[in-house]
């Protein structure tokens, strides 16, 4: 290891180390406009990290960026030769730089302001006129002032090498060089919302804050991003009780410096205007302590005339682990059932298989992606189910690592990676081929690793799909055979049953083998491992609920921030079990329909306005904090005047929400009456009742950023519903229900700013299937479920896509869940239309 010295002090540190990195482990920060640390190897292109070299194989005046260490070097970032240098770089930068700093939104977090001001620049000696460029519309998200722009390279190094698009480029040349898009239009890449960060002036700002606050106006505070499960960590920012700005907060292990634009801008929903922000019972505005006084004499009254189990309470994954633990302990307490919020049964099974065989010695994180030499994606689409895995996934490409996805859906990615598109039957025998194919005639020695080879056997007969890709399938199978860190990520949305098993004992297999094989799995929701694990074989799917709700078995329903309507496919049935219902009660904060059909609702803090935690799908706790203390948005009270001097209501107006923990726990208080004692803390209930919790009674507070993960020994039992795709000798294409980045995720479908990214909605079939229907690119078609279940939608073709399948997005604007079930088949067929005739989606809204 090199051994240096830097302004007079020495370290020591790993081969390849660049001189600027090593001055920052000293706390010395050089100043830098085109180096960041996500960027990989450095350019020099602003010349402002300039040092000087006293001694070492490197002498004079250097860019510590582009610079190694090496043994015996002596390096003053102070000597007046390189503070010199530094001063004139910022001189002729600023020569063109507008003097806009008072309207500019960057003004008070400007990397270029602190460097000028730090280089004691205050006067333009250069007469001649400024550089001027023209700006460009790029979409609804970024503002674009090329103008202010130092020519440092970041914008353009991040767009193309990190996230994989091209339609954000450098033109022209030296002192013109622009950076835009060849054309006006929106930015194509999902993470085009990093460059506001990434960018050290204002060439590129949140267009949707422009204007509406400067840094430190703003309540900050670090929290968490739940639109899936990834849990990336993030920075609020609040003005007037109104969340405006979301950035990216830095976690080596998560989402490393950056977020996807879902995560940015999705956060709408707490801010909404119909957001409901009173208790209401029966249609009735109350105080929150008149409301669970109600609740909690009707659920008594329920419990008295039909018995404890006639009450169920739903636990949902959207919830933080503090609100899913009071509400699993009430329910235990009072005897209720538990019902789970993963509506989807199959779903369901295969995340509790997940989370069951995620083990500590074969976890690992997103970041840790980086560093595999080959992944295989089972069952997953990167870009839609999880966004932020593309961003890995593309790095780890970039080192040399190949990657494969098995998937049926039309899978797209900004790098070269080989597609299987299996059907959600044909993945075991795909994957059975390809280690067939790999590893013939070896042979594992634990009863486990037999096992294994024993279910390839019997699944070998089904050659479909190696008979269609052998190519791909001995090339990937050589690949993995070769890789010394292979990974395989395993999604649980749409794989059969099984699909999450077989990725464990392959990876044990290969681990076998003495290959540091790791196993990653995706879960779509923000808390479905936390939830997963407070489940047991006790708990109701939500079929069954619905079933024991018809029977009349179960006569009052609680719901902790989940809504059925959003997620269950048979909306008739869903009303009409609900209405026999004497009691359903709502703890949530959003304005959804179960929200309108409940008798009894109580509203809920969101994670800005309380705190608590998550489990992510790799079963990492993480903490999150309140930003503020909530309360309606000023610019919805006074249409963004200044605030009030005086107040007529008591506290915060809107400012009734609570956390939902706090309330679940105060319903068990007033239940318990003056006779009994009910345990209102969360987490002393969790280490008490949940084993993989056990270990932290000691504990005042769930610990931040570790695993939990049950014991190798750990069984979840009952309720398995394994997935079908419907009679193979029914009619029909195989229904794959699936997400979509924009506009299938529940909180986000609250964002307007998220809607001019949003598609159309359209189904995907192979070329081959739609041929012989007459089926041609964007036709409108008709999509029958049987009985008088229709669909109505457009069309879009695909080779790269498995045969006998038809994908259809879970969007808020596609009315899918008509469908009445999760699975099976239809039948589609082009849907004549007449000149003028609005379009199926313009029928659908109206």
């Not at 593309?390 to 998937?407: E, F, N, P, T």
Request: negative net charge.
């Amino acid at each position: 290891m090199p051994l240096l010295t830097i302004d007079n002090m020495d370290i020591e540190v790993p081969r390849g180390t660049k001189v600027i990195d090593a001055a920052e482990q000293l706390g010395i920060m050089i100043p830098r406009f085109c180096y960041h640390k996500a960027l990989g190897p450095a350019v020099g292109a602003c010349r402002l990290c300039a040092v000087k070299f006293m001694e070492g194989p490197v002498k004079g005046i250097q860019m510590s960026c582009m610079v190694e260490a090496a043994d015996g070097m002596k390096v003053s970032t102070t000597d007046p030769e390189a503070v010199d240098f530094r001063r004139h770089v910022i001189e002729w930068l600023m020569m063109n730089h507008p003097h806009d700093c008072p309207v500019c939104d960057e003004g008070g977090h400007c990397l270029l302001q602190d460097e000028t001001v730090s280089s004691a620049h205050s006067l333009r000696r250069f007469p001649g006129l400024k550089r001027t460029y023209r700006n460009q519309d790029i979409g609804p998200f970024l503002r674009h002032e090329m103008n202010r722009c130092i020519h440092c390279y970041r914008c353009v190094r991040y767009y193309q090498e990190i996230t994989g698009y091209r339609d954000l480029g450098a033109m022209q040349l030296a002192s013109r060089v622009y950076f835009g898009r060849f054309e006006e239009g929106p930015l194509e890449s999902p993470f085009s919302g990093n460059l506001i960060e990434l960018c050290p002036t204002g060439v590129f700002t949140d267009k949707p804050s422009r204007f509406r606050a400067r840094r430190w106006d703003l309540q900050r505070a670090e929290t968490l991003c739940i639109h899936c499960s990834m849990g990336c960590n993030i920075i609020a920012n609040v003005r007037y009780r109104e969340v405006i700005r979301i950035e990216p907060r830095y976690n080596s292990e998560i989402n490393g410096y950056f977020i996807c634009d879902r995560g940015r801008y999705g956060f709408s929903y707490v801010n909404h205007e119909s957001r409901p922000r009173m208790a209401q019972v029966d249609g009735q505005n109350l105080t929150t302590a008149e409301a669970l006084r109600k609740t909690a004499a009707r659920i008594s009254d329920v419990a008295q005339g039909e018995g404890p189990s006639a009450i169920a309470a739903l636990l949902s994954p959207r919830s933080s682990l503090e609100t899913l633990a009071s509400l699993s302990h009430l329910a235990k307490s009072r005897k209720w059932k538990t019902v789970s919020g993963i509506f989807d049964p199959g779903r369901r099974s295969r995340i509790r298989s997940a989370v069951q065989h995620l083990h500590s010695d074969t976890a690992i994180s997103m970041q840790d992606l980086k560093n595999r030499d080959f992944i295989l994606v089972l069952g997953a689409d990167p870009l839609n189910d999880a966004p932020m895995l593309v961003l890995a996934l593309r790095q780890a490409w970039r080192s040399g690592a190949k990657i494969a996805v098995m998937d049926p859906r039309p899978i797209f990615l900004t790098f070269d990676f080989d597609h299987l598109p299996a059907t959600p039957g044909e993945m075991r025998a795909c994957m059975g081929a390809i280690l067939d194919s790999a590893f013939e005639g070896e042979k594992v020695a634990d009863e486990k690793g037999a096992a294994f080879l024993d279910s390839l056997e019997s699944s070998s007969g089904n050659e479909g799909a190696h008979a269609e890709m052998p190519h791909r399938i001995d090339a990937i199978a050589e690949a993995l055979k070769k890789s010394q860190r292979p990974a395989i990520v395993c999604g649980t949305d749409m794989a059969a049953e099984g699909t999450g098993t077989l990725a464990a004992d392959t990876v044990r297999f290969l681990r076998s083998r003495n290959q540091e094989a790791a196993l990653l799995y995706l879960m779509n929701y923000p808390n479905a491992f936390g939830q997963t694990l407070l489940e047991d074989s006790d708990t109701l799917t939500f079929e069954a609920c619905l079933e024991e709700i018809e029977e009349g078995r179960i006569k009052a329903l609680l719901i902790a921030e989940a809504d059925p309507f959003f997620h269950y496919p048979d909306r008739p049935r869903l009303e009409k079990a609900l209405e026999k219902l004497d009691l359903l009660a709502l703890f949530d904060y959003l304005p959804s329909g179960t929200a309108e059909k409940a008798d009894h609702f109580l509203p809920t803090s969101t994670l800005f306005e309380s705190s608590g935690s998550y489990v992510n799908h790799e079963g990492r706790i993480q903490r999150f904090h309140p930003v503020y203390e909530g309360g309606t948005p000023m610019l919805q009270i006074n249409d963004g005047d200044h605030p009030p001097r005086v107040y007529d209501t008591d506290g915060v107006p809107g400012g009734d929400p609570r956390p939902a923990d706090r309330l679940i726990a105060e319903l068990g208080q007033v239940l318990s009456g003056d006779g009994e004692v009910f345990s209102d803390d969360p987490w002393k209930n969790l280490t008490a009742d949940i084993a993989p919790f056990f270990k932290y009674r000691h504990l005042d507070a769930p610990p931040e950023n570790v695993r939990i993960l049950p014991d190798e020994s750990s069984v979840f039992e009952g309720n398995r519903e394994p997935q079908s795709d419907g009679d193979a000798e029914a009619e029909g294409l195989q229904i794959i229900y699936t997400e979509w980045i924009f506009g299938t995720e529940e909180l986000a479908a609250f964002s307007k700013t998220l809607r001019p990214a949003e598609k159309e909605p359209f189904v995907c079939l192979h070329s081959d299937d739609a041929a012989p229907l007459g089926i041609g690119q964007n036709d409108p078609v008709r999509i029958d479920f049987g009985g008088d279940c229709v669909l109505e939608s457009r069309a879009k073709l695909f080779d790269r896509m498995a045969r006998g399948v038809l994908v259809i997005p879970r969007h808020y604007r596609l009315d899918w869940k008509i469908s009445g079930r999760f699975g099976g088949r239809a039948r589609i067929e082009r849907l004549r239309e007449t000149p003028g005739s609005p379009s199926p989606l313009e029928r659908e809204e109206q």
